[in-house]
């Protein structure tokens, strides 16, 4: 089952305090916990911080317009030649890039249901048509995926693990998506969250790229390595891919600080294991926490929750809840422009803060 979308296109994090806000009275003497945009709550490496205020020193300085060093830095980490990566103003650039590169008005844009709504958000940027394939669940379906390719279909886009939904495909089925797709047709893995993920059957995707003229991945310092503030995103791909890539971005996409931080946090690895071992002790006792209200929460890895909330009792609605953290200055997201209306997205912070939700849940489901 394949659909064009009609799916309304927010350009705005639903959930954002400055978009709650509005909707509620929020009690001002609570404190503000944003667990709405999956940042990450345990912060950058030391190493990271100490080199941003080094760079800071000097801001009339142009960065370095190839962000040589980075892509040097991203290669020796995990074993990369650095001549095929290219950088981005965040990971959203990257793919902002390829979509104009790749996609025009009467081409096709593939992507699952549920997928992550910056790629209709391209497809209204390029005029291509968002094809969406039916979700298996809440799970990419990869059957469908390719049943929906035509010759029209330029760009299949996979967020592995996905968001909102945090579910994940294993590493057989990418390799299967990718075998069978047609020459003509890009795949673009998004792998963001994918260092949440430990498990041996999945693939951050960069495998998927060795020997393919038409597979991308890209990457992000956003999450795990908690570089969000300064939007540093990557892309690794065949050559061809990167140089377009390259042609198409502006000069000094990445700030000069952006850099820096970046290259500095991948000399930390430790840092990043110590963010996934809080965040999975920190998702377990939520996760188990949650269950006490009768909610539902979706099996996934990466640094947020997805909760179903019962429909059978009105007064406990997804977005009844939603307006009673957001009036105790919590924030978390809605999914109405997901089609998922009885879910809320909330992101895996430290313990005290997950405690604090499952504390005024408490309150919720006690009214």
């Not at 911080?49 to 962000?67: F, N, T």
Request: hydrophobic content about 40%.
């Amino acid at each position: 089952m394949t659909t064009s979308s009609d799916k309304p296109v927010s350009y705005i994090a639903a959930g954002a305090p400055s978009v709650i806000k509005a909707g509620g009275v929020a009690n001002l003497d609570l404190p503000i916990l944003n667990l709405a945009t999956n940042e990450s709550s345990f912060g950058a490496s030391p190493l990271a911080l100490e080199a941003i205020q080094k760079r800071a020193s000097d801001p009339h300085r142009y960065p370095d317009p190839s962000s040589t060093d980075l892509r040097n830095a991203i290669g020796n980490a995990f074993d990369l030649d650095p001549a095929l990566i290219t950088c981005g103003n965040g990971s959203e650039e990257v793919i902002d890039g390829i979509a104009r590169v790749y996609a025009r008005p009467g081409d096709e844009i593939l992507f699952s249901e549920y997928g992550f709504l910056q790629f209709p958000i391209v497809c209204h940027r390029t005029g291509a048509t968002a094809v969406i394939a039916a979700a298996d669940g809440l799970k990419t379906d990869v059957d469908n995926l390719l049943a929906a390719v035509t010759d029209k279909t330029k760009i299949v886009f996979v967020a592995n693990p996905d968001n909102p939904t945090g579910t994940w495909i294993p590493s057989t089925e990418m390799r299967r998506l990718r075998d069978n797709l047609p020459g003509h047709v890009v795949l673009v893995v998004d792998s963001a969250y994918c260092e949440y993920v430990d498990h041996p059957d999945f693939t951050d995707g960069m495998e998927l790229v060795e020997g393919h003229d038409n597979v991308i991945v890209t990457r992000t310092f956003s999450k795990a390595w908690g570089l969000a503030g300064l939007r540093v995103g990557w892309g690794y791909g065949p050559a061809s891919m990167i140089g377009a890539l390259n042609l198409m971005r502006g000069i000094g996409n990445v700030n000069a600080m952006a850099q820096a931080g970046a290259v500095a946090a991948l000399k930390d690895p430790a840092h990043v294991d110590m963010v996934r071992t809080k965040t999975d002790e920190a998702r377990a006792k939520f996760d188990h926490d949650l269950q006490r209200f009768g909610v539902v929460t979706v099996p996934g890895a990466a640094n947020f929750v997805l909760v179903k909330f019962p429909i059978e009792n009105t007064n406990r609605r997804a977005m009844d809840a939603h307006r009673h953290l957001a009036a105790e200055n919590i924030y978390v997201r809605s999914n109405e422009d997901y089609g998922l209306d009885d879910y809320l997205r909330i992101t895996v912070g430290t313990t005290e803060e997950c405690d604090r939700v499952i504390e005024s849940l408490e309150r919720f489901f006690a009214d």
